[in-house]
């Protein structure tokens, strides 16, 4: 059955119809052309036209050295400038871009240590323990520094007056602990002199002292940390309980001890994307959006104190944990170690045991539970024993690029060996330090005291030697040298 439409159909209409579509389509193109064609010439013979592209071309042109001379440049010269000059006074009129308004309370020596005794307070209800355990979570003066003045400068924000706000900053980017309460348990067995009511020690029928044994436990309150909120990111830890027994001789016999303690183990650490998100998100609420804008921060808190960078890597690598990339398999760390020497074999000859007449290693490199805070953690070097005083020599020649306090390692020297493969030399745990930074040291050169600051049980050396910034373990670079291993023994450095 066919439709109205279709019994009337007239032959050929819809190829009529395409045809017209066709033509008229055609047709509405061409008057397009011909209109935008007009449209353009009239334009471009417009000399009002041109005098704006001019002048959108010269504005940007002018605008961008503008920037970069007033916003850019200004920065990196801050950095050299403060990177280049010892004066304290120099420091203090550059942090001020020179400004003659500066008041004169700031321009004094005190000036930066108003921002270490800030950044100090980061330790603020922690004990003494506390804050030398979890001092890898503290805010370094420095960077507050560089953060303050970057969000409250003229330079790095337009603005004509240069006000710091130190602790401010330092409210917003100050680390923030949480605890839970924990204890731990003392047994202990000692074995004493019997004495008689006169104190005189008491002796049998053969003349001998007689002993008697005697016991004593106790239980400390303690807390420990479980999660930690810095400027890196979020640390999360959770606990372990170790319970430990042991015996010792004595003229009593056998005596006991007992300990019950909780291990707190890290189980979450920023990383990747993560890593300073804190810090950018203060930065970006500021006004610093670009990556370069923040990485100047860094720049600039670097300028102020070299250790800053050390303690950014700390911040970043030395949280147990994920060292991957910087933990080699014995044979792996061998060909590494074999390949520098085989490249520089003058360092073979120059290298020297840095503690001369005390070659027994207490605590080798590798994992281990760390004898004061009790984590399991990687020792990125050995450990040798010695008296207090005793003097420490540069395993190679070198530059000091540091000496100073560092964090769990207290008082340390770091040597340079430039070159390729370069060679990084750290000495940690220092009674005294005879060397300053920036100081050319030769191989077997005394640098330092033996000693027992920062975190240790004893006096001792930590010695590391890094290989293009990589641990390796220093018994195996002698080992090459002397085909032997040094004297391994012993799991305390002792009182020596």
């Known amino acids: 059955m066919s439709s109205y439409q279709d019994d009337y159909k007239v032959p050929g209409s819809d190829k009529a119809r395409q045809i017209a579509g066709q033509a008229l389509r055609h047709l509405g193109k061409r008057l397009m052309q011909q209109l935008f ?32 001379l007033v916003i850019e440049a200004p920065k990196d010269i801050f950095h050299n400038i403060v990177s280049w000059t010892d004066n304290w006074a120099d420091k203090v009129r550059v942090f001020f871009g020179g400004d003659p308004r500066t008041p004169q309370r700031y321009l004094t020596p005190d000036f930066y240590q108003w921002y270490k005794d800030i950044a100090n307070y980061w330790k603020e209800g922690l004990s003494e323990e506390e804050a030398m355990l979890y001092s890898e979570h503290a805010l ?17 924000l337009q603005s004509k007056t240069i006000t710091p ?57 303690k807390r420990t940390l479980v999660r930690a909120d810095t400027i890196v990111g979020t640390y999360k830890y959770e606990g372990e309980w ?41 930065l970006v609420a500021h006004g610093f959006i670009k990556k370069l804008d923040m990485d100047l921060v860094i720049e600039l808190a670097k300028a102020y104190d070299p250790l800053t960078s050390i ?44 503690v001369s007449g005390y070659n027994r290693i207490s605590s080798v490199f590798g994992w281990r539970e760390h004898p004061v805070t009790h984590k399991r953690s990687f020792h990125e070097g050995i450990d040798i024993p010695a008296p207090k005083g005793t003097e420490i020599y540069s395993a190679y020649s070198g530059k000091v690029i540091y000496a100073g306090w560092y964090g769990a390692y207290g008082n340390a020297i770091i040597v340079l060996t430039d070159g390729d493969p370069k060679v990084k030399t750290l000495y940690g745990h220092l009674s005294e330090i005879k060397v300053t930074a920036g100081a050319d040291v030769e191989a077997g050169q005394a640098i330092g005291l033996v000693g027992s600051t920062g975190l240790s049980t004893g006096p001792h050396l930590h010695f590391g030697i890094y290989v293009d910034d990589v641990a390796t373990d220093p018994a195996m670079h002698f080992s090459i040298k002397d085909n032997t291993f040094p004297e391994v023994g012993g799991g305390d450095h002792g009182e020596e």
């Open 140 to 156: 370094p003066w420095s960077l507050l520094l560089a953060v303050d003045r970057a969000t409250h400068d003229g330079i790095f």
């Open 311 to 354: 303690q950014f890597a700390l911040y970043s690598d030395n949280q147990q944990p994920d060292l991957s990339g910087k933990i080699l398999d014995d044979p792996t760390m061998r060909a590494a170690v074999q390949n520098l020497y085989d490249k520089r074999p003058e360092l073979l000859n120059e290298l020297t045991w840095p």
């Open 37 to 68: 064609r007009r449209a353009a010439m009239a334009l471009f013979k417009n000399p009002y036209f041109w005098l704006a592209v001019i002048g959108f071309i010269v504005f940007y042109l002018l605008f961008s050295f503008a920037y970069g």
């Open 242 to 282: 170790v319970d430990k027994e042991w015996y010792e001789s004595s003229p009593c016999g056998q005596l006991k001890h007992k300990r019950r303690f909780e291990v707190m183990n890290l189980v979450s650490a920023p990383s990747g994307p993560e890593l300073y998100m804190p810090l950018r998100e203060y």
């Open 165 to 221: 706000e130190p602790r401010d900053v330092f409210e917003a980017l100050r680390p923030r602990f949480v605890w839970q309460p924990s204890y731990e348990y003392y047994y202990d067995e000692a074995c004493e002199p019997e004495l008689d009511a006169e104190g005189n020690p008491i002796k049998d029928e053969n003349g001998k002292q007689v002993y008697k044994k005697t016991s004593a436990e106790n239980t400390v309150k």
